[in-house]
């Protein structure tokens, strides 16, 4: 690599970098605040950050251990299915496990009050 060569480059770099330095300066911040918020508050949203996807076309509903869920035919990612209501509910995830979980979780809430306890196994 010639010294001219490197010389340019370097420059480039350097511009590269005092451009990214301007529009960094307030306009970002402002932006991605609320944007930061969202997608902590909802998990679909950070799927859409990381795979670009709205999963807008789900598959037919299918079964497995004991649920119904559909698939996203573009990323793969799962979601529960109400059979009786025919509508998904819950979140997206990726792993069907998670899923079952947090059904469980849910089912479990109202039932606080009347103290079912389970024997540890
Ligand atoms: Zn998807």
Redesign the pocket.
């Known amino acids: 690599m010639s010294d001219e060569l490197k010389h340019e480059l370097g420059q480039e770099a350097n511009q590269g970098r005092f451009n990214e330095g301007h529009k960094g300066d307030k306009g970002w911040a402002d932006w991605l605040w609320p944007v930061g918020m969202v997608a902590t508050s909802l998990a679909g949203a950070a ?1 859409l950050m990381l ?1 670009g ?5 789900m598959s037919w509903p299918v079964r497995g251990q004991g649920h119904a869920y559909q698939v ?6 799962k979601r529960l299915f109400d059979e009786k209501e025919f509508r998904p509910y819950g979140p ?1 995830c990726y792993d069907l496990n998670e899923l079952i979980q947090w059904e469980r979780a849910q089912r479990e809430e109202p039932l606080q009050g009347k103290r079912v306890e389970r024997p540890a196994s």
């Open positions: 799927l795979r996807c709205w999963h807008r076309r996203c035919v573009s990323c793969g990612v997206y």
